[in-house]
């Protein structure tokens, strides 16, 4: 066997041109550097070939010739624009781009906050995998939270993951239940980087952000501090009803329903004057905060932007549901939050109101006689209009008049 | 006496043991310190909240009291029951129908950082930017040159405390924006970044181009110190009238006589002008340096391939200064008070 390998290996060896074979390793000409050149620009060049019969036929991939760009280079910058470079580039990505090896599932950093996790997708991998279980040093624990402890490690508390997860998914019910009742969710998180994630939860659970500095007395003192911040009123379905703004200019100014604090530590003020007036709040409780300071307390790491993002994003994604849930029973006509006291309808509103109820009571005298002709019942809805439109213009003739 | 009583109260103790259990009278009222005392002995300091959601169930009496469900925590629909539905049943009271609905909430989602408009700017902002942030770039000084707002501005237009840190944190991410390379600049883009712009922009105003007009003048109009000059000049012998005087009556001094005239010598065109001023303010240097600027100016429409030389003699830029103010505390502008010991 072994004879028979070296055999063949000797006989390619004799059909090569020995002379130029041992040239190779003797002389110190180049022609044999640019003969290998030529053949990868040919290699080059049939793989083009290949490709751009594959590829679809309107923006085939420009080939490269050597010649060309080595006699004038110049031109070739001058003619092409930053603009066409640029498109080229991106042409160029979208065919080559997924070209390669599969990148087995890996971090990126974006999905969190492109994509959150749902508070179904928590899982103790995701904890873990986001830091959450990181606490402080054991010198520096606030001793409330031996419960959340899971040991000690190399100087370090170690937090539960499995109490992290439970905390979590409760205080992601209540986000939900007050979202859904219409409450006013405010996420609060001031350290650096934390802005984008508090965003983004309140842009999914309709709440409102904060990521500045907490200017203390917004709530016990509100009207001094939000007084000059606008607020409108919307229906049932979120949407705006204009009209109201003379009410709006001397009503109370707003409260938050719910606080969600991913910084307790920072925070201390927000956090009493929420105890103070009654305001429910959440908290990322790391091993050195209190945990008395908020009403449903997340024992995570609260210095990990990303165990910040997976929190947030969870919570965001609790308020969604919430939201969600009530818009869909909005939609069957059911209100699920207390309405707003004091308000009375602006005179346009009223007459409009007026004018649709008398539309609806006909429309079901209709009903009632069995006339469900769709074409007459809309011939109604018309004269009605019309009738509205008839009324306002008399109305406005005898003011002129 | 006292021992009269102990005594007394043993034997009765004793009694007590051995007979049996004496005849009472029924009560007729069961535990009536219920009905005396008031229902509520904790008083609360805070003001009560009444429930946000209420349930009415008018067969429950309170004689029939039970438990309280089990929570069921996997149920989806949870807690349904006791939101209140409203349904739009009563027609004819359309208007409550709409005034249940309503309710008032923020118009903005950064309500609560009292400063709204700022905060939805930043995020605007960093929105954009970071849809655009691939794109490529030029280096800030080819960028288009823009007079942005200062904070001033931007405070008086959002009517908001805004920090100077924060406006300019958010101005650094808006003058990234305007680096974008401006053949591949998103339309969308540049129409947010007008909001951060001054109303009037450098280059916006172009003067509009001087012409002789039908009598053969050219007019040119020059300031310095306190006065101000206009010339016409028209082709001619290298006539001079300032203030209907000649050169020589109107100024003193053959330094102000040849600055007055000096575009004019420079360029050696003083015997191919003739030259009408008037001049007013300020005094007799000021008055004959704002001519040489006004001459110059109206020599340029003449013959505007003269920029050149007539800005190597000087005679095109004004020359801005002016008197500078007194100071309290000073004798002059700077001057101070001699310094006297005690």
Known sequence: MIIRH????????????????????????????????????????????????????????????????????????????????????????AHIGKIGSDISPHYQPHTLLNNPPAPADVTLELLLASEAHQGHATSLWNPANARYIHGIRQGVHIISLEATAAHLRR???????????????????????????????????????????????????????????????????????????????????????????LNPL??????????????????????NADPTWVTYPIPANDDSLRCIQVIAGVLGRAGEAGQKERLTLAENGQVTYRPAENLQLPEALQDKEKAVAAVEEDSELNLDKSLEDADELED??????????????ARGIKKID | ????????????????????????????????????????????????????????????????????????????????????????????????????????????RSYFSAKPTFNDDFIHVSALLRSVATLPTIPNSEAPRVAWKTVDQYRIMTNEPVKTQRFHRMMHLVKRLNCVHPSLMPEHVRTAMRRFMKDSQPGD???????????GRARGVGRRKTSSAVVWLVEGEGEVLVNGKSLSQFFGRLHHRESAVWALKATQRLDKYNMFGLVQGGGSTGQAEALTLAVAKALMVHEPALKPALRRAGCVTRDPRKVERKKTGHIKARK???WVKR
């Open chain 1, 380 to 393: 109604k809805l018309d004269q009605a209009r019309n009738h509205e439109i008839g009324d306002h213009e």
């Open chain 2, 205 to 215: 105003i172009v003067p509009v181009p001087q012409v002789v007009d039908e009598w």
């Open chain 2, 1 to 108: 006496m006292v021992r009269g009583e102990l005594s007394r109260s043993i034997w009765s103790a004793t009694e007590g043991l051995f007979s049996g259990a004496r005849p009472q009278c029924t009560r007729t009222m069961r535990l009536p310190y219920r009905s005396l005392q008031p229902a509520a002995r904790f008083i609360s300091t805070t003001p009560s909240r009444s429930a946000e959601i209420t349930s009415e169930n008018p067969e429950l009496t309170p004689d029939s009291f039970t438990a309280a469900p089990e929570f069921e925590f996997d149920m989806e629909g949870e807690g349904e029951s006791e939101v209140k539905v409203m349904r739009n049943v009563d027609k004819g009271k359309s208007n409550n129908q709409l005034l249940r609905t309503l309710r008032v909430v923020p118009a903005s």
């Open chain 1, 6 to 93: 070296a055999a063949r290996a000797g006989r390619r060896a004799l059909a090569q041109n020995p002379s130029q074979l041992w040239r190779r390793f003797l002389s110190t000409q180049t022609d044999s550097f640019e003969t290998s050149a030529e053949n990868s620009f040919k290699q080059l060049h049939s793989l083009e070939g290949q490709f751009n019969a594959t590829a679809p036929i309107q923006d085939a991939v420009p080939s490269f010739d050597p010649e060309t760009a080595t006699s004038n280079p110049l031109s070739a910058q001058v003619t092409e624009s930053v603009a066409e470079q640029y498109h080229r580039f991106k042409q160029q990505q």
């Open chain 1, 171 to 261: 205080a992601a019910k209540v986000v939900k239940e007050v979202a859904k009742r219409g409450g006013l969710v405010l996420f609060v998180g001031t350290r650096e980087g934390q802005d984008r994630a508090v965003a983004r939860a309140s842009e999914l659970a309709k709440g409102y952000h904060l990521f500045e500095r907490w200017i203390p007395g917004s709530i016990t003192n509100g009207q001094q501090i939000l007084g000059k911040c606008l607020t409108k009123v919307v229906n049932e379905k979120d949407e705006e009803i204009p009209g109201f703004e003379e009410q709006l200019y001397d009503r109370p100014v707003l409260r938050p329903d719910l606080v969600v604090c």
């Open chain 1, 266 to 287: 920072e925070n201390y003020v927000l956090l009493h004057e929420c105890a103070l007036n009654n305001i429910p709040t959440i908290g990322v409780i790391d091993t």
């Open chain 2, 336 to 338: 101070m008070p001699t």
